[in-house]
């Protein structure tokens, strides 16, 4: 059902008249739409990306990255806490003075994130990050001024090679819209498992199975963690393996499997540059109960990961914008990560609107693999990116040293 959230705004003898015969998710849709009917307008508006209610009486939004201050308002605290209710009633989770936060979706996919007193001090806080139906493209992305459409060949390329690529990035630079952009290069006739925290990812390809992490209950059962959903899709016979987001423990077991036959993972890690996303894997890889010394796990990040796409948020403008496309060579004589920027971006300037405008150009490095796309019969594939494949002999194949 894709009816607007005003047209669900309904009144309480309205929506009790119409429940009958409904299915579950109409209900939630309709239900959601009564409680959320305050900020309606908002959700509906689709150059809003994230609705932030600091209490009911403070409504901030996001557009084109940047925070406004709204005119919407809930009657009262009540109202506010039972939307929050109201969601988590629906999803199966509890929130509550024991659980004070919840992480949801809305029937759209909008991911929800609400925290209670005592947990926040000024009152009930509910955020709402939404999402294109149907997710970004790489063409959406070229035509916001991310991408080029060089860097897209090379990314799609990548992704035929069953390169595991990692994208990084702060918060709120759109690591996930990225993820979800970068794996429609995946082939259609591939099964891919898709493991997430919260689901938010809704891919193209037709043979996709979504995994997602469940909360115990107030007894403790029913608890489902990512690492124990990485290790079930291992036996699922999964041609790919995208993760949301790596937080834990689950890095080990993504690494080892990237190094074990299942290549061609995609995932998307907090960081803040390309050689803080190999150290946070590092460190999370020794998060897990299987204890490692540092130099094993640094060899593993090393080995497994091949590149890194690197998202940086502009406070200027509010822009998002790839800003490295690194390859991860492995590590030199010294044990330190050895690797290089295929791509990096260039601002140029400055839009009559006053974007900040930019051009993610080619270094002059090619990647170490980059004879395999002809090993593997992909010629026809390289029409604008030939420079980036070409292999440059007359140069060192190491890479700089971050």
């Not at 918060?171 to 099964?191: F, I, M, N, Q, Y």
């Not at 959903?229 to 423990?249: H, K, Q, Y």
Request: a negative charge; aromatic letters at 6%; proline letters at 3%.
């Amino acid at each position: 059902m894709q009816s607007s959230f005003r047209s669900n705004a309904l009144t309480g003898s309205r929506l009790r008249t119409i429940i009958g015969g409904m299915t579950r998710e109409a209900i939630f849709e309709a239900s959601v739409g009564y409680f959320l009917s305050p900020i309606a307008q908002l959700l509906d508006d689709e150059n809003v990306t994230e609705i932030m209610v600091n209490r009911f009486d403070q409504v901030y939004i996001e557009r084109a990255g940047q925070l406004y201050e709204t005119e919407a308002r809930f009657g009262t605290e009540d109202d506010l806490l039972s939307a929050v209710h109201n969601i988590a009633q629906w999803v199966g989770r509890e929130i509550n003075q024991e659980h004070p936060i919840l992480d949801a979706r809305l029937p759209d996919g909008s991911r929800v994130h609400a925290i209670i007193p005592p947990g926040c001090r000024a009152g009930t806080c509910l955020t709402i990050r939404k999402f294109k139906l149907g997710g970004l493209s790489l063409d959406d992305l070229i035509q916001f001024g991310s991408l080029n459409e060089v860097a897209r060949e090379f990314l799609e390329i990548c992704v035929r090679l069953r390169k595991n690529i990692i994208v990084s990035g702060g918060t709120g630079t759109g690591k996930t819209s990225l993820l979800g952009a970068v794996s429609t290069a995946v082939p259609e006739e591939e099964r891919i498992i898709v493991i997430e925290d919260t689901s938010e990812l809704k891919l193209r390809q037709k043979h996709c199975v979504y995994l997602e992490v469940q909360r115990p209950d107030q007894y403790g059962r029913g608890e489902l963690t990512i690492r124990q959903l990485f290790v079930a899709s291992l036996r699922m016979r999964p041609d790919r393996i995208i993760v949301g987001e790596v937080r834990g423990g689950e890095a080990l077991d993504m690494l080892q499997a990237m190094l074990s036959g299942h290549s061609g993972s995609l995932t998307t890690v907090h960081a803040n540059s390309a050689r803080d996303a190999v150290v946070r894997l590092e460190t999370l890889s020794m998060m897990s109960d299987v204890e490692i010394p540092i130099h094993v796990a640094r060899a593993q990040v090393g080995s497994a990961i091949d590149l890194i796409v690197q998202l940086d948020r502009f406070s200027e403008d509010g822009s998002r914008k790839i800003s490295r496309i690194t390859e991860v060579i492995g590590l030199d004589e010294r044990g330190q990560y050895d690797m290089r920027d295929v791509f990096k971006c260039h601002l140029t300037g400055k839009s009559k609107d006053g974007r900040l405008s930019a051009s993610l150009d080619f270094t002059g490095q090619p990647p170490t693999f980059a004879n395999e796309p002809i090993e593997h019969g992909m010629n026809e594939r390289i029409n604008l990116s030939r420079e980036v494949w070409r292999k440059k002999e007359n140069k060192s194949q190491s890479g700089e040293e971050l």
